[in-house]
Nanobody, 125 residues
């Protein structure tokens, strides 16, 4: 059974930084794309960032580009999301996702098969 467990979310002030982690168990992630999505109250889940199988390629939503950075440690079966210069509009539950079919960048939530339970990030103004 595959499990994704996110951690690192908490209440911070605008301008602060946070690093989210997502540990995957039950299957190695080393050949596959990983992604981060988020969902704010009353809104649909939206794409945040994705990384290809070896970390050489990344893609970001325009709203987080130049502030967030996705990375991975395949030896630890873990993916990270470094979030800098946080804004109140970044407040959301952040979800990690695993695409077990492709190693390429994957921006569409429908292409991800496994999801974590989410971690809450709240940014106060």
């Amino acid at each position: 059974q595959v499990h994704l467990v996110e951690s690192g979310g908490r209440l911070v002030q605008a301008g602060d930084s946070l690093r989210l982690s997502c540990v995957v168990s039950g299957r190695t992630i080393s050949a596959f794309a990983m992604g981060w999505f988020r969902q704010a109250p009353g809104k649909e889940r939206e794409f945040v960032a994705t990384i290809n199988w070896n970390g050489a390629s990344t893609a970001y939503a325009d709203s987080v580009k130049d502030r967030f950075a996705i990375s991975r440690d395949n030896a630890k079966n873990t993916v990270y999301l470094q979030m800098n210069s946080l804004k109140p509009e970044d407040t959301a539950v952040y979800y990690c996702a695993f695409d077990p079919q492709s190693g390429r960048l994957t921006v569409h939530s429908s292409e991800y098969y496994y999801w974590g339970q989410g971690t809450q990030v709240t940014v106060s103004s």
